[in-house]
C-alpha cells in the first residue's frame, strides 16, 4: 500500500514541477534532516530499544544534521524497504537516503538520483546452516535461497549461479529481515545478501552460532549515500560530510580530542578541517565550523565504524576494505584545502 | 465567452430582419438545451486541458530529471529468478517476460480462488439456513469469524503459523508417493504416453454425448412429460468411457515420482507454500462473503414458492435446486461479481508473503530494477483493471441469462 501510494507521490510531484527550491533550503526551512534508512539491520540503521536509530547510516545522517545546524539530533528517520527506497528520494520524501544502496551505472544515470560516496565496501556472500556440512557456494545445486527483492543482491546471485550452471529456486521476500526468518525457520537452504548485513541479521537469528557464512564473495556491493540528481549544493554536502569524517580520522582527530587540538594543534590539515583556516563553510554555504560539529557530535569514520559495526559491536566485523587507504584499505578522502 | 457575447449581441439584428418571428427565439442562454450543452463543452475542455498539462508536465519533469522513459526496458534481459511460473522462464528472459509470468500467476491464483471461493461460500451459505442446528450455528460461527479478521492477517495466519511449522523437506509427511513439507506440497507428475490421446479423445466425446442427451431429455420433458436421470447419465459417461478406454489401452499414463535429491525434491510437481497459504486465506476470507449474498438471495425467494412446491410433492433437494436457487441466483450475481472483483484485486497481497505474482514479480523486483514508476504501474493498473472489467463483462452477460424471462 505504501510503495503505492509513494509511487503516486512521484507522480504528483512530477505532475507538480515542484521542489525548484534548493534541497538545503527547504531543509533549514523544515528544521530537520529527513533520512531515508532501512526498517532494521543491525549495525547500519536499527532502532534500539529506547527508539533511538543507530548505525553506520545513521551516523551519516547525523553527521549531515550537524553540518547543516551543528546539531546532529536534527534528523527524521524514515524506514524504508528497497522498493520504496529511490521512489521517496525522488518525489522528495526523503532528502539523503542512506540506507546500504549499492552504487551501480544503471542507478546512478538512469533513477534522476546521485551517488555521493562509499560509506561501506561490501560483498555478496551465502549464509547457510552449518550441519548441512557445505564448504562451497558451488555445491548449492538445487537449493532454495531466500533473497530480499528489488536488490543487486537478487540480480547477483542469478548471474553467479547461472554463470556457474547451478540451478536454484529463489523464494524472494519485501524485506532482508522477513527473508532472513524465512531461511532461519527452514523455508531456504541458503540466505544471501551483502555480508556486512548477513553478519546483523545472523545476531538475531534463534540459533546464531549454528549459522555460517560460505567462503566466495560474489559481488562487488560499494554502498553509499544517495541524494536526488540536480542540487549540486546538497550534493556536495552530503559528499563532503562523508569525506570530512575520513579526513578527521586520517588526521587522528576523535570526538574526544578535536576541543584540545582546536586550541592546541598547529598541523595546518587539523586547521583547515575544523575551519580555522583553508576554505571553511563558504563554497558549501554552511557555517565555518561545519566539519568541527561532525566530529565533535558523530565522531570520525573510524569512531563509527567500530562502535557500530566493527569490534565495540555484536557484528564484530573487521575493518577489512574499510581500513584507510594508508592501512590497507579503500577509504580514501581527497584532501580539504 | 466571447463568442457567446458575439452572438448575443447579433441576435437582436436577425430577429429585427426577420420581422417577429411566429414563436419567440429565447435568448442563448435562456434556452436550458443550449446552455447544457455550452457547459458541457466548456467542462469537456477544461477537463482536457487539465489531462494534456498533467502529461506534458510528467513527461517534461522526468526529462529534467534525467529519469529515462518510455517502454523499451521490457526488451532488455531480466536477470532475475522467480520461484514459480507457469511458463518457460530464465534469467535470461526479458522484462516483458516477467511481466507475463507475474499476470498468468495472478490469474492462476484468482481462478483457484473464486472456484474454492464459490463452493464453499455456497455451501455455508445454504448450510447457514439450515434447520439442523448445530450446522446452521457452525456455518454462522464461521462467516462472523473470517468477514471480520483483515485479510492480511488471515494470510499471515496460514504462512507462518500453519505452513511454516510444517516439517522439513528430509522430515517429509508422506502418503500415496506424495511429499508435504514446508517447502510446499510436492506429487508426482502424469506423463501421458503413447495411447494417451485416444483417452483425451474419449472424455471429450464423453462431454459432447452428454450435452446432446440433455439436449435431447429436455425436448423430451417438455413433448411427454416423460423424466430422464440427465445428471446421472452425464456422470457415467465423462467418467466411464475415459476411464474404460484407459483401462482397455493398457493404462498409458506414466507418473514422474518425486525424490529427494541433495536439498529439495526432484521431479513430480511442486506447489509452494506461498502459492497454498495465499490460496486458502482468500478462499476462506471471501467464501464468508460469498455465503451471505448466498443466503440473501435464498431468503429473498419468498416462502409462498417453496410452499407451492411442496404442495406440488416435490422432494426437499428438488424444491432447492429447481426452484430456489434458480430465482435465488437473480439477486445473488451481482453482489458475487463484486466478491469476485474483490478476490482478484486482493490477490496483490500476495506481494506480503512472496508469492510472485503481478505485484510482486512487475511492480516490485521489475520496477525496482529499471526505476521506470509511471511505465511499470500503470501497466500493472491496467491489468488489474482489464481482470476486473472481464470478469464483470462474464459476470453481467450471465445475470442477464438467468434473469425473468417472460413469456
Not at chain 1, 542540487?231 to 580530542?257: P, R
Not at chain 2, 507475474?102 to 474454492?116: D, P
Not at chain 2, 503413447?194 to 472424455?203: A, D, I, S, Y
Not at chain 2, 425467494?301 to 435446486?321: D, I, P
Request: net charge neutral.
Amino acid at each position: 500500500m505504501k510503495k503505492k501510494l509513494i509511487s503516486a507521490a512521484v507522480l504528483m510531484a512530477a505532475m507538480t514541477g515542484a521542489a525548484t527550491a534548493g534541497t538545503l533550503e527547504t531543509v533549514k526551512e523544515r528544521g530537520a534532516v529527513q533520512c531515508g534508512v532501512t526498517s532494521g539491520v543491525p549495525g547500519f540503521s536499527v532502532p534500539d530499544d529506547k527508539g533511538n536509530w543507530k548505525g553506520l547510516d545513521v551516523d551519516l545522517c547525523r553527521a549531515v544534521a550537524a553540518a547543516v545546524f551543528g546539531d546532529s539530533t536534527k534528523v527524521k528517520f524514515i524506514p524504508l524497504n528497497a522498493k520504496e527506497r529511490f521512489t521517496a528520494l525522488v518525489s522528495g520524501e526523503i532528502d539523503v537516503l542512506s540506507r546500504v544502496t549499492t552504487w551501480t551505472q544503471t542507478r546512478d544515470t538512469q533513477l534522476g538520483v546521485n551517488f555521493a560516496g562509499v560509506n561501506y565496501y561490501d560483498g555478496q556472500g551465502f549464509l547457510v546452516k552449518k550441519d548441512l556440512g557445505l564448504k562451497s557456494v558451488k555445491e548449492l545445486d538445487g537449493a532454495t535461497v531466500c533473497v530480499q527483492s528489488g536488490t543487486t543482491t537478487e540480480l547477483n546471485m542469478a548471474d553467479y549461479f547461472r554463470a556457474n550452471g547451478i540451478t536454484y529456486t529463489p523464494v524472494v521476500f519485501d524485506t532482508n529481515d522477513q527473508a532472513a526468518q524465512a531461511f532461519d525457520s527452514g523455508r531456504c537452504d541458503s540466505f544471501t545478501t551483502d555480508l556486512s548485513q548477513a553478519a546483523g541479521l545472523r545476531t538475531r537469528m534463534q540459533d546464531p552460532s549454528s549459522v555460517g557464512a560460505l567462503p566466495e564473495v560474489i559481488s562487488k556491493e560499494p554502498l553509499g549515500p544517495v541524494v536526488r540528481q540536480g542540487d549540486d549544493t546538497w550534493f556536495n554536502i552530503v559528499k563532503w560530510t562523508h569525506n570530512a569524517m575520513l579526513n578527521a580520522e586520517e588526521l587522528g582527530v576523535t570526538s574526544a580530542n578535536i576541543d584540545k587540538m582546536k586550541s592546541e594543534s598547529t598541523d595546518p590539515n587539523v586547521k583547515r578541517l575544523i575551519g580555522l583556516d583553508g576554505p571553511k563553510g563558504k563554497g558549501l554555504d554552511l557555517a565555518d565550523d561545519w566539519a568541527y560539529q561532525i566530529v565533535k557530535q558523530v565522531g570520525n569514520y573510524g569512531e563509527a565504524y567500530e562502535r557500530n559495526v566493527g569490534k565495540d559491536s555484536p557484528l564484530g566485523l573487521d575493518r577489512g576494505l574499510n581500513a584507510l587507504w594508508n592501512q590497507g584499505g579503500l577509504q580514501y578522502a581527497p584532501p580539504m584545502r | 465567452m466571447s463568442s457567446d457575447m458575439s452572438s448575443s449581441g447579433h441576435k437582436p439584428d436577425g430577429s429585427a430582419k426577420e420581422k417577429a418571428p411566429p414563436v419567440s427565439q429565447p435568448k442563448f442562454w435562456n434556452d436550458p438545451k443550449k446552455r447544457s450543452l455550452l457547459f458541457q463543452v466548456l467542462l469537456l475542455s477544461v477537463l482536457g486541458f487539465v489531462f494534456y498539462t498533467i502529461i506534458d508536465n510528467t513527461l517534461t519533469n522526468l526529462e529534467q530529471r534525467g529519469i529515462t522513459t518510455g517502454f523499451d526496458f521490457l526488451t532488455r534481459e531480466a536477470g532475475f529468478g522467480i520461484a514459480m511460473s507457469l511458463i518457460d522462464y530464465t534469467e535470461a528472459s526479458s522484462y516483458g517476460m516477467t511481466f507475463i509470468v507475474g499476470l498468468l500467476n495472478t490469474i492462476l491464483i484468482a481462478v483457484m480462488g473464486i472456484i474454492a471461493a464459490t463452493i464453499l461460500g455456497f455451501i455455508l451459505g445454504v448450510a447457514r439456513l439450515s434447520d439442523n442446528w448445530l450446522v446452521a450455528k457452525f456455518s454462522a460461527l464461521y462467516i462472523e469469524i473470517f468477514r471480520n479478521i483483515p485479510l492480511l492477517l488471515q494470510i499471515f495466519f496460514w504462512y507462518y503459523a500453519v505452513l511454516r511449522t510444517l516439517p522439513q523437506p528430509r522430515q517429509s509427511i508422506e502418503f500415496l508417493g506424495s511429499f508435504i513439507n514446508n517447502r510446499g506440497f510436492i506429487f508426482p507428475a502424469p506423463v501421458p504416453e503413447e495411447g494417451f490421446g485416444l483417452v483425451t479423445v474419449g472424455f471429450f466425446a464423453a462431454i459432447a454425448a452428454s450435452w446432446l442427451i440433455a439436449r435431447w431429455a429436455k425436448k423430451r420433458q417438455e413433448l411427454t412429460g416423460q423424466q430422464f436421470p440427465v445428471a446421472l447419465t452425464t456422470i457415467g459417461l465423462v467418467i466411464g468411457v475415459p476411464l474404460v478406454l484407459f483401462l482397455f489401452s493398457g493404462m498409458p499414463l506414466g507418473l514422474d515420482h518425486p525424490e529427494l535429491k541433495g536439498f529439495n525434491f526432484k521431479g513430480g510437481i511442486t506447489v509452494i507454500p506461498e502459492l497454498i497459504a495465499l490460496w486458502l486465506a482468500l478462499s476462506i476470507y471471501t467464501a464468508a462473503f460469498i455465503a451471505e449474498t448466498v443466503r440473501a438471495g435464498i431468503l429473498a425467494v419468498s416462502h409462498g414458492q417453496t410452499e407451492a412446491a411442496t404442495a406440488l410433492g416435490m422432494s426437499k433437494a428438488k424444491t432447492l435446486r429447481l426452484i430456489v436457487i434458480p430465482q435465488a441466483l437473480r439477486v445473488v450475481i451481482p453482489p458475487l461479481t463484486s466478491q469476485y472483483l474483490n478476490l482478484t484485486k486482493n490477490s496483490s497481497l500476495a506481494t506480503a508473503i512472496g508469492y510472485p505474482d503481478l505485484v510482486n514479480v512487475f511492480a516490485g523486483t521489475t520496477l525496482n530494477q529499471t526505476g521506470q514508476a509511471i511505465e511499470v504501474i500503470s501497466m500493472t493498473m491496467a491489468v488489474y483493471l482489464a481482470l476486473s472489467l472481464m470478469t464483470s463483462f462474464f459476470m453481467n452477460w450471465y445475470n442477464a441469462r438467468i434473469q425473468l424471462s417472460e413469456r
